[in-house]
C-alpha cells in the first residue's frame, strides 16, 4: 500500500521571516523527497521474498523504511507548527509549567537544543507521554529516535535544508523566527488530542477486586521517611533461600504459616505484604490480614521491583 502526501497545513504566504522560496523548497524537495523515498522502499519490501531474502537487504531497507516513514511524518507536524502568532495559549502555559517548571523554563530548553543542532542536524520535538501523563522535550535524529508510545505535537527542523536558504549558517536566527510563527492554537489543539491517548493498561488481576495496593516507589519513600508501616516479605520460602537477599529492615514470614505470625502485627499501623512479583501469593496474603482486621495492602512490583528501583537489600534469614 502507497502512502499519500499531506497538503501542507501553514498558509506559506503568512510565515514572518520565512520566505516562500525556502518552504516551498522544503516541502517539494524534502517532505516531497522523503514520501517518494518512502514508496519506493515500501514497493521493494512489497516485491521481496523474505524467505530468501540476505539478512543485510531486510536490514537495509527496513532502516531506511523507518528513516522515510519518521521523516514524512515529523515533516507534516513541522508545517502543522508554524503559521501562527508565537503566543502561547493559557492552556499550553500551564501544561508546560507543570512538567517544567514555567513556560519560560520550556522554551529555554527547547530553544537551546535547537541551538545546539546548529551546524549539525536532527530535530527537537515536544512529546506526550501517555504512559506517565507528561510532556517532554526529545531529540529524534536520523529521523528516526522516536519516543516509543509518545505523541509529538510540536517539530523543530534543524536540518540545514529547513533555513539555509534564508539565514546560512546563522541556525539561532533560525530557531528564534520559529518561535515567531508557532501556532499555538494547533499546538494546544494536537496537545488535547494527545492527552486522550490511553496510558498502557497496567496489569489486571480482578480476582482480587479492589485490592488496596501500593507502589513500590511510594513503600521505600515511606520506609526512608520513617514512615510507621508494618512490611512483611512473604515470598514463598523456596523463592527467598534460591534468591538470598530481602529488603533492608523488612521481615520475612512465611505466607504458608501466616496463623503463626499474624499475632505478632499491629492494628494500629498499616500492614503492606508483597512477594516476589506482585502476584497471587502477596494478594492472598494481604487478603487473609484484611479478613482478619488489619489495615493490609499488597506492593505491586514485589521483591524483583524493589530491587528495580534500587532499593537496599540485605542477606535474607530464613
Ligand atoms: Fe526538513
Known amino acids: ?57 531486510v536490514n537495509g531497507l527496513k532502516r531506511e523504511e523507518l528513516v522515510a516513514l ?46 545546539a543542532l546548529g551546524g549539525g542536524s536532527g530535530w527537537v520535538v515536544l512529546a506526550y507521554i501517555p504512559r506517565d501523563a507528561r510532556l517532554v522535550n526529545q531529540y529524534a535524529s536520523e529521523h528516526s529516535q522516536a519516543l516509543s508510545g509518545g505523541v509529538p505535537i510540536l517539530a523543530l527542523d534543524m536540518y540545514e535544508h529547513a533555513y539555509h536558504i534564508d539565514f546560512g549558517a546563522n541556525a539561532k536566527a533560525y530557531v528564534d523566527t520559529f518561535f515567531r510563527n508557532i501556532d499555538w492554537q494547533a499546538l494546544t489543539e494536537r496537545y488535547e488530542q494527545a492527552v486522550q491517548v490511553a496510558p498502557p493498561r497496567p496489569v489486571a488481576q480482578p480476582e482480587y477486586g479492589d485490592l488496596p495496593k501500593m507502589g513500590v516507589e511510594e513503600v521505600k519513600a515511606q520506609l526512608a521517611g520513617g514512615g510507621h508501616l508494618q512490611v512483611i516479605d512473604v515470598r514463598p520460602r523456596h523463592f527467598v533461600s534460591r534468591q538470598l537477599d530481602i529488603a533492608e529492615g ?29 502476584y497471587h501469593v502477596g494478594c492472598n496474603t494481604a487478603m487473609k490480614l484484611r479478613e482478619a482486621g488489619f489495615d493490609a495492602r499488597y506492593m505491586d512490583s514485589g521483591h524483583s521491583g524493589w530491587r528495580a528501583i534500587g532499593g537496599p537489600v540485605q542477606l535474607a534469614k530464613t
Open 1 to 57: 500500500m502507497r502512502y499519500t502526501l499531506k497538503q501542507i497545513h501553514c498558509r506559506p504566504w503568512k510565515l514572518s521571516g520565512l520566505s516562500l522560496k525556502l518552504i516551498e523548497s522544503h516541502y517539494e524537495n524534502n517532505y516531497g523527497g522523503a514520501m517518494r523515498r518512502l514508496n519506493a522502499i515500501t514497493e521493494q519490501l512489497e516485491s521481496l521474498d523474505f524467505a530468501k531474502a540476505p539478512g543485510h537487504v
Open 250 to 278: 523488612v521481615t520475612w514470614r512465611d505466607p504458608e504459616r501466616i496463623r503463626e505470625w499474624i499475632g505478632e502485627l499491629s492494628k494500629g499501623e498499616p500492614v503492606v505484604v508483597y512477594c516476589a512479583y506482585g
Open 70 to 115: 519518521n521523516s514524512t511524518l515529523l515533516h507534516e507536524l513541522y508545517f502543522a507548527s508554524l503559521g501562527g502568532e508565537g503566543v502561547p495559549t493559557d492552556a499550553m502555559r500551564e501544561a508546560l509549567a507543570r512538567d517544567f517548571g514555567s513556560y519560560e523554563r520550556w522554551k529555554a530548553e527547547f530553544a537551546a537544543m535547537g541551538y
